[in-house]
């Protein structure tokens, strides 16, 4: 029901924000706005609507923080720094279809907390059909039911996107509903509870829906 719930959610919001880009790149239209006359803008920074959602009771909220300080080299490559922070209850491994996803029986003996800083580099394929790869390396700390430290250790995190870009207000902002593709083929081992749950499950994270709001200065 959660799944079914938050895939609704995501189509309703591409489909609103779709609409909302095009009734204004039609106002601008008849206002006389040429969309190729805006200025070209070098920067953006964007987040994903993810740290807006940070509102789960605390025994399923992830306290995730996620930042993208881009760099347009021209109209069709962006490269930004990415910057991620979040705590997880549960293995990331754990499939959007299966029935144990939040469930209690796969939950963590504790918390593991990630953060990191790493490199995106973005592609427009096709009007706003983009392709987009990132690499984050994550420092991981894994805690125990009463917030204690137990150990660190690290893991190499890699993500394949496609998703469309949507500019709005004279490409002074933009939205990007996208799907994600999820690996970590380098990742350290945790206390022994923690590996038990990992244990069951993948080491990728299959066609993850997301949406970026972003501005371009």
């Known amino acids: 029901m959660k799944i079914r719930n938050f895939a609704t959610t995501l189509f309703l919001t591409i489909v609103f924000s779709t609409a909302i880009s095009q009734n204004i790149q039609e106002k601008e239209s008849r206002k006389g706005i040429d969309n190729d006359s805006i200025p070209f803008r070098k920067f953006s920074f964007s987040t994903t609507w993810l740290t807006f959602g940070n509102f789960e009771s605390e025994e399923k909220n992830i306290h ?11 109209s069709k490559n962006k490269i930004a720094i990415k910057i991620a922070s979040w705590k997880l209850f549960e293995p990331m491994g754990i499939p959007m279809w299966d029935p144990l996803l939040m469930n209690k029986s796969e939950f963590y003996p504790g918390r593991l907390k990630e953060r990191g800083i790493g490199f995106t580099y973005q592609r427009l394929i096709w009007k706003g059909l983009f392709a987009q790869a990132e690499i984050l390396p994550l420092w991981k700390s894994y805690f125990d039911e009463n917030n204690k430290k137990l150990i660190d250790g690290f893991k190499l995190y890699v993500t394949y996107h496609v998703g469309y870009h949507i500019p709005m207000f004279k490409k002074r902002l933009f939205l990007e509903p996208q799907i994600h593709c999820n690996f970590w083929h380098i990742d350290t ?7 038990e749950k990992e244990s069951k499950w993948n080491n990728y994270f299959l066609f993850e829906p997301n949406i970026f709001i972003g501005i371009n200065f």
Request: net charge negative; proline share 6%.
């Open 64 to 74: 995730m923080w996620e930042f993208h300080i881009g760099y347009n080299i021209d």
């Open 189 to 195: 081992k945790g206390p022994q509870g923690f590996e």
